[in-house]
């Protein structure tokens, strides 16, 4: 990988650029939506229990809530409107920005109902002619600056929706005092300061509210920004950061971003702490220095403008050994030997750059259909890898930090739990575990806890696989799965390159084929 190639990152002026900056997420537009939806059926909720529900159980409140279409027709109305928002927003024919404009135009439509409903009062005087009535700030002025803080939208949309939701209150009074259904008189400038100014008011609390939950949602957008790529789907999180699906802007080509956050804060600016970078750092380089086509490809690596470090990987689609075998039980031995026979190829480069993975497991191997071949095999995950060749290969020298375990518990070669000084053969054995697991659908030893598991791997001897499972296992794989458990790494077939040979001599090693291989992908259907 030639180490100047960076991430392009797109010309400001292209019109795409532009288009993105300026909207949401689409996840979080998704939220605002689904809370749009809940805010259309608590405002039809509380209008029918607020507003015609206690006139329709006292007797004499219902014969006046039929009496006139002023006093029930705008709390219908309001209802009906709230409920076909809701059910509108549920279509999944209608479009995210849909739904937001949809949105704003309820907000407006909601606050005429809620003026409507607070100041047309045909009781208030005891007379059948409606009249308006005053009660304070209105509920009008909730209503906005709740809608603005749930449904995020655009500073300036929010504003023009906040101006029109509000200008119910004076344009329904207004309405009412020219038509004489009220007693009230107001002269223009008692007008402006009761019914005008203390809604422009709520429109500018309503904008600082829009700016700041806008750019919390801008925030991140631009957060899941790396150069030419943009960050879609967290697929994954673990001790090492997060791995997101990503798609290169330029080229449309997905992609698999490893990224660690920065965790620690110096004069202000995160900074992550120094092993875990050296760790992520190494990993990246580790990746970019093996060519195997059975070892995950890096694109490139570098560091976010909030100090994230990031390394781009390709996206493989398919399944690890691990969930292959959970959902479709052992695999047959041939397909077995298939698979590992991939591994050792990826382990047997490492073992040439004097590399040790130090955490091969069901997880870190990755079944896949990589262009026209299937069953194809990548090896995951070097956050741990050690080199034997380097000053780190001293005992305490390696990449992990105090009381922390170099690997995973269940698949852990006895040497690397007695002690730091591992090469290739602690690979060999953790194939090995692997390999009891693709065969018999179980772990080669069962402890409550992770000191249970480290106890078995170096005293305990193994059970052959043949004898967990009722599939048929050549005796050449059982003896060389127990050889690859020995508790002695000299006992252990001394190279990645050894074990892909005897795996290959087995009886139906070569039974797995790319015909069955196909099949068996398209009856799955991952």
């Given amino acids: 990988m030639d180490k100047h190639v960076t991430l392009l990152r ?35 909720g509380v209008f029918f229990l607020a507003g015609i529900f ?11 809530l039929f009496s006139s279409f002023i006093q029930w027709g705008p709390s219908v109305i309001a209802i009906v409107v709230a409920l076909l928002v809701a059910a509108v927003i549920r279509s999944r024919r209608v479009s995210l920005s849909a739904a937001m404009k949809i949105g704003l135009l ?27 009535v005053v009660h304070g700030l209105s509920w009008v002025a909730v209503w906005t600056l709740l809608f603005t803080i749930v449904v995020p939208s655009p500073p300036r949309r929010a504003v023009t929706a906040a101006l029109a939701s509000v200008s119910s209150v004076p344009v329904v009074m207004g309405v009412l005092m020219a038509l004489h259904f009220t007693p009230l008189r107001l002269d223009p400038v008692q007008f402006f300061f009761w019914m005008v100014l203390p809604y422009l008011l709520v429109v500018y609390m309503s904008y600082v509210g829009a700016r700041v939950v806008y750019a919390l949602g801008s925030e991140v957008k631009r957060a899941r920004e790396l150069g030419s790529y943009h960050l879609e789907e967290k697929l994954g999180q673990g001790g090492m950061g997060e791995v997101w699906r990503a798609r290169h802007r330029l080229l449309a080509r997905p992609a698999a971003i490893k990224l660690m956050k920065p965790a620690l804060r110096e004069n202000g600016r995160p900074r992550a702490s120094e092993d875990p970078v050296r760790r992520f750092e190494r990993e990246a380089q580790v990746i970019a220095s093996l060519r195997s086509p059975h070892t995950v490809n890096l694109f490139d690596f570098g560091v976010a403008d909030d100090g994230s470090f990031y390394y781009v990987m390709e996206l493989l689609e398919g399944l690890d050994t691990d969930k292959l075998v959970r959902r479709f039980g052992p695999l047959p031995a041939s397909r077995a030997i298939h698979l590992l026979r991939q591994v050792c190829h990826s382990l047997s480069e490492a073992e040439s750059h004097g590399l040790v993975h130090r955490d091969i497991k069901p997880a870190n191997i990755f079944l896949c259909c990589y262009g026209e071949e299937y069953d194809f095999v990548k090896v995951l ?3 741990i890898v050690k080199a034997t060749r380097t000053p780190d ?63 078995h791997h170096t005293r305990t001897p193994p059970a052959a696989p043949s004898t967990r499972t009722e599939l048929p296992i050549p005796p050449a794989l059982d003896e060389l ?17 050894e074990l892909s040979r005897r795996l290959g001599m087995v009886d139906g090693a070569d039974g797995w084929s790319e015909e069955w291989a196909k099949a068996w992908w398209e009856k799955a259907r991952l």
Wanted: glycine share 8%.
């Fill in 481 to 497: 799965v127990l050889s690859c458990l020995a508790k002695d790494p000299k006992d252990r077939p001394q190279s990645a390159r």
């Fill in 393 to 455: 290969a001293a005992p305490g020298g390696g990449l992990t930090g105090d009381n922390v375990l170099p690997g995973t518990p269940a698949f852990m070669a006895p040497e690397q739990v007695l002690s730091d000084a591992v090469d290739g053969r602690a690979d060999i054995y953790a194939t090995g575990c692997v390999a009891y697991w693709l065969l018999t659908g179980q772990l080669v030893f069962e402890a409550p806890n992770p000191m249970g598991f480290l106890m």
């Fill in 106 to 132: 309820f907000e407006v439509a909601g606050s005429y109902g809620i003026a409507m409903a607070e100041l047309v009062d045909p009781r208030a005087f005891g007379v059948d002619t409606p009249v308006a």
């Fill in 381 to 383: 995950d070097f956050g």
């Fill in 54 to 64: 206690p006139m329709l159980v006292v007797p004499s409140d219902r014969a006046l």
């Fill in 10 to 44: 797109p010309d400001p002026g292209d019109s795409e650029s532009r288009r993105t900056s300026v909207s949401l997420p689409a996840d979080l537009l998704s939220q605002a939506a689904a809370r749009l939806r809940v805010l259309a059926l608590l405002y039809a």
